[in-house]
């Protein structure tokens, strides 16, 4: 990369825009008179490399860069340099694609200093990156030689001289990166100190704090599961119990009430044989009447049988009412004793209610005591403590309370003086006001009419009303009806959007209307029931039944035929006719036995998909046809033994979806929903429940409009009298009205309230007096308080924070037992409502029965008087009938024994009635136990929700709610312990731990982490540093020897006969060994071989110079000329510069301090060494630019530098020809050129013959 060209405008004397074109590859020489800008081409140079020691430039500020400051009219100064960037081996790096490169840089006076590349704005480090790449750094420019530079070379010390070394090396940046970073490894260090000290001050302490905390956050949130967990066991153990007495007594009522049927029917069996054996006495007399020789026996004997048979019938009825009468009466008083100790019972309860009621109210009360008490001790303590102002427990100052009762005191004086005045007032408006009164009544004015027609006007209103009353019409009962069809309307309406919502995601089943032998899909014509419309389950059934639960089912093929034939539906759809279809036989007995024995015990089963659906016998072939025998299995396992068992093999389908065919088929394993909304069959499920419900509600609502038509009539009554009553109470208000606006009236009211208002203003007269005497002692209480302050401050501090920890103790206490009490008061609620029912219930009972008591015992008074009757009757007939029969004894025994066998079926007549009554008793009380057991189940379903979701887990065993394996009683009171232990602990825990805990410990681990991060960087940094030490000394050793070589060729070359050379100087200690220690503190290892070479790493190196060829060296150069001592700094400069060349070279008049053949030999060897260089030179003298490729000449027109351009043909052929003669490159490196492997520049064939008729004096202006 070389210069092209550079464009000058508004910098320094260069005023106007000028373009200094067409640099040569090679050698350049700027010449020119004192003044005319020789020197301000090569500073718009340095300027445009970004230098900022503007001292170089002779600049102290960027200001002074721009024509005369600006003062001419020119306000900024812009210098663009164009570099040819076709060696692409050489570019810097990032611009290997471009062949030129344009970089501008511009100051504006008052503006900002911006630079371009190729046209674009560039931050000034890009700039910099650019030209370091390729060894052009201006801020430590070894390819920048100015004025005075050369003697001041030899002026450096050996430190300066190896600086110099270094540079030329490249090992200089790499000591300013070190420095950084080791900058950087100190900050690191800092912040991993900084990090410990965080870790052991803050976030351990903190963290093992948080950890503690967690583990007893823990352990409460297992003693609150704990104690859920007993709580829902004793809930279900209770829950289960009622549930099971319930169900006990539901079999014990059956089997009492079969029992009592029994009876009733053995009693009537037993009623009938005593009927026979009356026939059969009967029969027995009547053959005695015909034996007897006269009419009158007869006649007496059927007298007296019949007598007897009514007395017998009499008797009869009488025991039976006596039984049910006694019976009756003890049912009566079983239930009145039920009553007294249910009433008893809510007696107790509610006297519990009300004294638990109170014991809240009273903890209610004790808790805002405490809180009170609390809050006043606490501003009690806060005015008695240093500097307190004495406030008392209401939290207000000596002062406060001093001034609000004199401003009190004030306030009631006042009102007092206004009150004097008022009653005063009152007084005579009142005595006036009655003086008019008396007045107008002597007159004779007043309102009797009105008064009357008032009265009449009450009366009409009362008649109405009593009229509306006796209506049998319930307006409240009306109201509720319209509002319950309303509602029952209301809930129609939703469910048949819902039923519309449903169907319509249902639309593709309804191919064809149904109707007309039309059944429809199979899928609505299955019935799932709810225990089996799980996702799972329905997801089986449809895999089992697959496309065909969406065809169509039909009674007959000639329906399918005309349904196919004048259908115009484009959907593809299967008809199943009925009476075509061939369902599958039914599963045997011992491949259903074979198919349980597979799936095991337990929740595993192998059910036939057919038996979990429900169908109409008019569709169960079609339903059989499409579930088949595939069978549903709750596993894979138990699908794969029932599939391939040799005795059953039946196509199978899991839970899942998965199917199994016997034949190997295997499909599914990963089945998924298309969506998470229900399946087909769930559904269709879905759609019927509604349907049976919308049917309920049309019936209800039927029901409700006929109820409201039936009432119709009554309600047109009650309206007409509705309207009179509100048109006489509307003249009674009118009437009313007109009174209160007479003045008769008037007059009265206002009496009446001036009287009102004079004994209110007396009462407030005589309580303000009191209020005055009350707050005058106060004031006096509060000044003997403020000033005995001091000296019982200490006393009253004691005694308000004794009364802040009584207070703190007390709240404790009221707020544990407020919890008692609000458990208590829930429990006492249930038991009341409970015990209210019952009673409600057992007390229509009672009425009923002594209902039933009355009607008995008439009817038993009534049978026994005519059992006296028929007695006496029956008595004297006998009498008579036995004078008869003194000669009929024979068939008297006979008689007498059949009435033995009936008095004895009569006495089991009546066991059988008492055993009735025994067991009617018992069922009474069986089913009041049902009842309550019925009141509990459905008590706790309501409390708890969660019952009816795990009831079937109850007395399971195994489970969490099985009640053989842990005791309910030892459950209930490891619950009572779980909560008191539970109550002490959860106003000690850190509820936030868990959260708390978590962000803490990610904290600890980030922290961790970031000191994990810098300790890796911190060792990487160290030991890239221990890598690069090593590097850096062998590149200055191999630097030294390579620059040695060149320094002597060089010198050699400028002054003839004489070499020169870079050493060591010699150690202070006169031996020139090297300090092993002080070389380790310079981070400079070497090898033992390297001992004495590498001294230089330490003390530096001195320049040496040698007169004869090299036998002996100078000790100083203090011997040497002035214009020797140029030569060898220039040498010295050249050789550093040729170790590492750079693609371009500034020398500002380097020769001034030679004579003309020193100055020849200069360009002679720049042509010589430097060939693959660009070099800009600024000199005056003949034999430095004679040798230059172009020659440009400045000179000062108009105060303004112009540039002339001259090409030396001569010197570039020459030039040309030793690059031409050079050897190729065996190798380079990116930026980094050595003397044996410098770029070769070949032109083309044309440039180098181009005639050399170019004279010196062709010029171009620029």
């Not at 038996?611 to 069978?631: C, I, L």
Request: glycine share 6%; net charge neutral.
């Amino acid at each position: 990369m070389f210069i092209e060209e550079v464009t000058l405008e508004g910098f320094k004397s260069y005023a106007q825009r000028v373009v200094v074109p067409r640099f040569d590859p090679g050698f350049n020489a700027i010449t020119g008179l004192n003044g005319t800008g020789k020197s301000n081409i090569l500073d718009s140079i340095c300027f445009v490399l970004g230098i900022t020691n503007l001292s170089q430039v002779r600049a102290s500020n960027l200001q002074e860069l721009v024509y005369k400051q600006g003062q001419a009219g020119v306000t900024k100064a812009t210098v663009s340099i164009t570099f040819n960037n076709d060696d692409k081996a050489v570019s810097p790096v990032g611009y290997e694609d471009y062949d030129k490169i344009t970089v501008t840089r511009q100051v504006v006076i008052g503006g900002r200093n911006k630079y371009l590349i190729n046209g674009s704005v560039a931050q000034p480090a890009r700039v910099q990156n650019l030209f370091h790449s390729v060894q052009l750094n201006v801020n430590n420019p070894h390819f920048l030689i100015m004025q005075g530079r050369i003697t001041k070379v030899l002026n450096m010390k050996p430190v300066e001289i190896l600086s110099m070394l270094e540079e030329a090396a490249g090992t200089r940046m790499y000591e300013t990166k070190k420095e950084a970073a080791l900058k950087t490894l100190a900050k690191k260090q800092s912040k991993v100190d900084e990090i410990d000290n965080i870790l052991a001050e803050e976030i351990l302490p903190a963290l093992e704090k948080l950890r503690r905390e967690r583990s007893e956050y823990q352990s409460w949130a297992m003693a609150n599961n704990s104690i859920e967990r007993l709580r829902r066991f004793c809930i279900a153990y209770e829950y289960a119990r009622a549930l099971k007495i319930f169900a006990d007594g539901t079999n014990e009522i059956d089997h009492v009430k079969a029992r009592v049927k029994e009876l009733r029917e053995d009693k009537l069996s037993l009623e009938a044989s005593i009927a026979a054996k009356d026939d059969e006495a009967k029969q027995l007399e009547e053959e005695r009447a015909k034996q007897s020789e006269n009419g009158e026996l007869k006649a007496l004997a059927g007298k007296v049988d019949t007598l007897s048979k009514n007395l017998v019938k009499s008797q009869s009825g009488v025991s039976n009412k006596q039984e049910a009468l006694d019976a009756e009466r003890k049912s009566c008083d079983s239930l009145g004793a039920s009553v007294a100790e249910l009433e008893a019972a809510s007696s107790g309860a509610d006297g519990d209610s009300d004294r638990i009621a109170e014991e809240l109210a009273r903890c209610k009360e004790a808790k805002a005591d405490a809180e009170r008490l609390i809050a006043e001790a606490e501003n009690e303590i806060a005015g008695c403590a240093d500097g307190g102002d004495g406030r008392d427990g209401s939290g207000r100052s000596f002062k406060e309370r001093l001034i609000e009762a004199q401003e009190k005191r004030r306030a009631y004086e006042s009102e007092k003086k206004e009150l004097g005045t008022k009653v005063s007032l009152l007084k005579k408006e009142l005595a006036a006001k009655q003086k008019e009164q008396a007045a107008k009544a002597k007159g004779g004015e007043t309102d009797d009419s009105l008064m009357k027609g008032l009265e009449k006007a009450r009366k009409d209103a009362d008649g109405a009303k009593a009229k509306l009353a006796s209506l049998a019409f319930d307006e409240g009962a009306a109201t509720e009806l319209t509002e319950k069809r309303k509602n029952i309307a209301a809930e129609t309406k939703k469910y048949q959007a819902q039923i519309a919502q449903v169907e319509s995601t249902l639309a593709h089943l309804d191919v064809f209307k149904t109707g007309n032998g039309v059944k429809g899909a199979v899928a609505k014509l299955v019935h799932v029931s709810p225990l089996n419309l799980a996702k799972t389950h329905s997801t089986a059934l449809e895999v089992a039944a697959g496309g065909k639960l969406f065809q169509c089912v039909v009674d007959t093929a000639a329906t399918a035929k005309s349904l196919l034939t004048n259908s115009k539906t484009k959907q593809r759809v299967t008809i199943i006719p009925l009476d075509k279809i061939r369902a599958p036989s039914t599963f045997p007995e011992d491949k259903k036995k074979a198919m349980k024995a597979l799936a095991g015990s337990g929740s595993e089963f192998a059910t036939p998909a057919i038996e979990f659906v429900g169908y109409e016998d008019d569709v169960k072939r079609a339903v059989q046809y499409a579930f088949g025998n595939t069978v549903v299995c709750s596993s894979k396992e138990v699908a794969q033994k029932v599939a391939f068992d040799k005795n059953v093999r039946q196509v199978c389908v899991t839970l899942e979806g998965d199917k199994f065919d016997p034949s190997g088929l295997l499909t599914g394993g990963s089945r998924k929903a298309a969506s998470n909304g229900p399946s087909l069959l769930q559904k269709v499920s879905a759609l019927h429940g509604l349907s049976v419900k919308l049917g309920e509600l049309k019936a209800d609502l039927a029901n409700a409009e006929a109820e409201l038509k039936k009432h119709s009539g009554a309600q047109a009554a009650y309206d007409e009298c509705q309207r009179a009553v509100e048109q006489h109470e509307s003249t009674f208000q009118l009437l009313e009205q007109k009174l209160k606006n007479s003045k008769e009236h008037q007059l009265v009211a206002t009496i009446a309230a001036l009287s009102r208002d004079l004994e209110t203003a007396q009462a407030r007269d005589a309580e303000l007096t009191q209020l005055l005497k009350d707050i005058k002692e106060e004031i006096a209480s509060v000044e003997k308080a403020m000033a005995d302050f001091g000296k019982n401050r200490k006393s009253l501090q004691k005694a308000a924070e004794k009364k802040l920890a009584d207070a703190t103790k007390a709240a404790k206490a009221a707020e544990k037992e407020l919890t008692k009490a609000e458990k208590k008061s829930e429990d006492a609620a249930i038991a009341r409502a409970t015990a209210a029912q019952e009673k409600e219930v057992v007390s229509a009972q009672v009425e009923e029965s002594k209902a039933t008591q009355e009607s008995l015992a008439k009817e038993l008074s009534d049978l026994q008087k005519g059992i006296e009757s028929l007695e006496q009757e029956l008595e004297t007939a006998r009498d008579e009938l036995a004078t008869l029969r003194s000669d009929l004894t024979a068939s008297e025994e006979t008689l007498k024994a059949i009435a033995k066998e009936r008095q004895a079926m009569i006495k089991q007549t009546q066991s059988c009635t008492a055993e009735s009554k025994k067991l009617e008793n018992k069922l009474a009380k069986l089913e009041k136990e049902h009842k309550h057991a019925d009141a509990t189940v459905e008590n706790l379903t309501s409390t708890y929700p969660w019952i009816q979701g795990e009831e079937h887990l109850f007395g399971v065993a195994g489970g969490d709610y099985d009640f053989d394996a842990q005791d309910p009683r030892e459950a209930q009171r490891e619950l009572d312990d779980a909560v008191k232990t539970h109550e002490s602990f959860s106003k000690k825990i850190n509820k936030k731990v868990m959260s708390m805990f978590d962000r803490m410990e990610s904290e600890y681990k980030e922290l961790m982490d970031k000191k994990r991060i810098v300790t890796n960087d911190k060792s990487k940094i160290e030991s890239v540093i221990s890598e690069l030490d090593e590097k850096k000394r062998q590149a200055l050793m191999k630097t030294w020897r390579k620059v040695n070589t060149d320094f002597a060729s060089i010198f050699s070359m400028l002054l003839p006969g004489t070499t020169a050379r870079l050493s060591p100087p010699r150690d202070t200690s006169g031996d020139g060994d090297l300090d092993e220690e002080e070389l380790a503190e310079r981070n400079m290892p070497i090898s033992p071989d390297d001992d004495v070479e590498a001294t230089f790493l330490v003390n530096g190196l001195e320049v040496k110079v040698s007169f004869d060829a090299g036998a002996t060296y100078k000790e100083s150069l203090s011997e040497l000329s002035g214009g020797q001592r140029s030569l060898l700094a220039l040498s010295l400069i050249l050789s550093l510069l040729l170790f590492k060349p750079a693609p371009l070279y500034i020398l500002d008049e380097v020769d001034a301090a030679l004579d003309l053949s020193h100055t020849q030999n200069i360009g002679k060897m720049i042509k010589t060494h430097f060939p693959q260089s660009q070099f800009v030179v600024v000199s005056l003298k003949e034999g430095m630019f004679s040798n230059a490729n172009v020659i440009y000449r400045t000179k000062f027109v108009d105060g303004i530098s112009q540039v002339v351009r001259t090409e030396n043909a001569s010197a570039a052929l020459t030039q040309r020809n030793q690059k031409a003669a050079l050897p190729a490159p065996k190798g380079k490196g990116k930026g980094k050129v050595s003397v044996d492997a410098e770029e070769e520049d070949v032109d083309d064939q044309q440039e180098n013959t181009a005639p050399r008729k170019r004279a010196r004096g062709n010029t171009a202006v620029a």
